[in-house]
């Protein structure tokens, strides 16, 4: 039987660069009145998606978009309607056509992170079906958001 794991360190808000705050809602609620583990993919989807698709999804480029290759969620405390969170995220690292994510949601005025998360998107052409390489613009955009040694 191996031994129970840590506890993780507790996210500081100074780690992420890029931050989207949202309205927690009601339909998030899971049985025992807290907000449910999955609302929290759903607020990375919205970081990302804030983050990158205003470069992306430009005039000419509306068949790009980017594909979720792997996520992983640590819950860390509960959240509770209603509420505000802010969700912040950070460019770990940034590949030839993919891109690794790390986020963090914060219950508004607290500095206790809820939950964290850690993806890698790739960039896709919907008309090809494959992967691209990220574009130049978007690249640059992104690197504002760099944690130090990414890219």
Same mark, same amino acid.
């Given at each position: 039987?191996?031994?129970?794991?840590?506890?993780?360190?507790?996210?500081?808000?100074?780690?992420?660069?890029?931050?989207?705050?949202?309205?927690?809602?009601?339909?998030?609620?899971?049985?025992?009145?807290?907000?449910?583990?999955?609302?929290?993919?759903?607020?990375?989807?919205?970081?990302?998606?804030?983050?990158?698709?205003?470069? #992306?999804?430009? =005039? !000419?480029?509306?068949?790009?978009?980017?594909?979720?290759? %792997? /996520?992983?969620?640590?819950? +860390? *405390?509960? #959240?509770?309607? =209603? !509420?505000?969170?802010?969700?912040?995220?950070?460019?770990? %690292? /940034?590949?030839?056509?993919? +891109? *690794?994510?790390?986020?963090?949601?914060?219950?508004?005025?607290?500095?206790?992170?809820?939950?964290?998360?850690?993806?890698?998107?790739?960039?896709?052409?919907?008309?090809?079906?494959?992967?691209?390489?990220?574009?130049?613009?978007?690249?640059?955009?992104?690197?504002?958001?760099?944690?130090?040694?990414?890219?």
């Amino acid at each position: 039987m191996s031994e129970p794991s840590a506890k993780p360190a507790q996210p500081q808000r100074a780690s992420f660069h890029f931050w989207f705050d949202m309205k927690l809602r009601y339909a998030d609620l899971d049985p025992l009145g807290h907000v449910n583990n999955a609302a929290l993919p759903m607020l990375f989807e919205q970081s990302r998606c804030d983050l990158i698709y205003p470069l #992306l999804k430009t =005039p !000419g480029r509306e068949h790009l978009d980017i594909v979720i290759a %792997r /996520i992983t969620i640590v819950y +860390l *405390a509960e #959240l509770n309607y =209603p !509420g505000i969170v802010d969700v912040g995220t950070s460019v770990s %690292r /940034i590949g030839t056509k993919s +891109l *690794a994510l790390r986020h963090g949601v914060f219950p508004q005025g607290s500095d206790t992170c809820a939950g964290t998360g850690e993806g890698v998107v790739v960039f896709f052409d919907l008309k090809t079906r494959s992967s691209i390489e990220i574009p130049q613009d978007v690249r640059t955009h992104l690197m504002r958001y760099a944690e130090p040694a990414a890219g």
